[in-house]
């Protein structure tokens, strides 16, 4: 029998597709549909246990944090509250990323499956 997922690995598939669900119930478009199909059939392989699923997860993270700290210079002079979001939405990516690549429990997920 396969192990559970760790629960902050079920926290983050879940808060991510939840996002892309209010988008998409928001303003439908063709692009946030397919991005939230692509995202939930990753989302299941990572919690099935897929490395590789994983690996993708953290290189598009890592490019969404790097990409909020951007704007978040960007707007630090015309608008530092919008500029403390992206900060926060970077920061918020980052950990997320990090904890997917150093966490003991994510390892010992894709380990047993």
């Known amino acids: 029998m396969k192990a559970r997922p760790p629960l902050p690995l079920i926290a983050i598939v879940t808060a991510y597709l939840?996002?892309?669900?209010?988008?998409?119930?928001?303003?439908?478009?063709?692009?946030?549909?397919?991005?939230?199909?692509?995202?939930?059939?990753l989302g299941f392989f990572m919690l099935r246990g897929s490395s590789?699923?994983?690996?993708?997860?953290?290189?598009?993270?890592?490019?969404?944090?790097i990409y909020a700290f951007v704007w978040t210079f960007k707007f630090s002079q015309?608008?530092?509250?919008?500029?403390?979001?992206?900060?926060?939405?970077?920061?918020?990516?980052?950990?997320?990323?990090?904890?997917?690549?150093f966490s003991k429990s994510v390892r010992a997920h894709i380990a047993s499956s």
Request: glycine share 4%; net charge neutral; aromatic share 12%.
């Open 52 to 65: 590789t699923a994983i690996f993708i997860w953290v290189a598009l993270s890592a490019i969404a944090a």
């Open 78 to 101: 015309k608008n530092p509250e919008f500029a403390l979001v992206f900060g926060f939405i970077g920061i918020l990516v980052l950990s997320q990323a990090m904890y997917l690549i």
């Open 18 to 41: 939840a996002l892309e669900v209010a988008l998409v119930g928001y303003q439908p478009e063709l692009a946030k549909v397919v991005r939230l199909i692509i995202s939930a059939a």
